[in-house]
T-cell receptor
Framework: AQSVTQLGSHVSVSEGALVLLRCNYS??????LFWYVQYPNQGLQLLLKYTTGATLVKGINGFEAEFKKSETSFHLTKPSAHMSDAAEYFC??????????????FGQGTELSVKP | KAGVTQTPRYLIKTRGQQVTLSCSPI?????VSWYQQTPGQGLQFLFEYFSETQRNKGNFPGRFSGRQFSNSRSEMNVSTLELGDSALYLCASSLAASGRVPGELFFGEGSRLTVL
């Protein structure tokens, strides 16, 4: 069975500092990988996704993530944090199997705080 | 282009009652998925509908059910409500028709259910 582990339920960084949110997955086959962001009282918004091809994926708002198969990781980074990045971030996987695209397995989430 | 619309946004029910939540997907999207979000369990997949057929189902009891109409609008129903059903219920729609590669899921803002 697939699972996703996000290391650290809360991460705090200073404005302008590097953001690093960690995600490790477990899957019987190489999965598709996603990062979503959720702002208070809102739904989830896709930041980026990895399906196939280049392992370094660039997303919106300056975020990027690198798929490392050997480490079963998909960590999210941003070189310089902005106050508007404060939100909850979710890593998710889905199986590259016919008709499984709508079923995502989510990690527990990491709440990012940005200090001025 | 209108986003995913969920109604109602907030509702309060008592134990034993039933509830119906509605989701209108983005125009042209035929896949609708439902997720339950709670502080303890995080985001959990409920079910996915495509072309009025349930395509995937999560590990929830039979009290949780759903359906999709010919215009792709979807409803989910929870019968015999329990305190533990208090949660944010999120609906997501996708263009992905079939196959392995998942389309981007677009989430609504959710329906927050409180069971007293």
């Amino acid at each position: 069975a697939q699972s996703v582990t996000q290391l650290g339920s809360h991460v705090s960084v200073s404005e302008g500092a590097l953001v690093l949110l960690r995600c490790n997955y477990s899957s019987s086959v190489p999965p598709y990988l996603f990062w979503y962001v959720q702002y208070p009282n809102q739904g989830l918004q896709l930041l980026l996704k990895y399906t196939t091809g280049a392992t370094l994926v660039k997303g919106i708002n300056g975020f990027e993530a690198e798929f490392k198969k050997s480490e079963t990781s998909f960590h999210l980074t941003k070189p310089s944090a902005h106050m508007s990045d404060a939100a909850e971030y979710f890593c998710a996987v889905s199986l590259p199997i016919y008709n499984q695209g709508g079923k995502l397995i989510f990690g527990q989430g990491t709440e990012l705080s940005v200090k001025p | 282009k209108a986003g995913v619309t969920q109604t109602p946004r907030y509702l309060i029910k008592t134990r034993g009652q039933q509830v119906t939540l509605s989701c209108s997907p983005i125009s042209g999207h035929r896949s609708v998925s439902w997720y339950q979000q709670t502080p303890g369990q995080g985001l959990q997949f409920l079910f996915e509908y495509f072309s009025e057929t349930q395509r995937n189902k999560g590990n929830f009891p039979g009290r949780f059910s759903g359906r999709q109409f010919s215009n792709s609008r979807s409803e989910m129903n929870v019968s015999t409500l329990e305190l533990g059903d208090s949660a944010l219920y999120l609906c997501a729609s996708s263009l992905a028709a079939s196959g392995r590669v998942p389309g981007e899921l677009f989430f609504g803002e959710g329906s927050r259910l409180t069971v007293l």
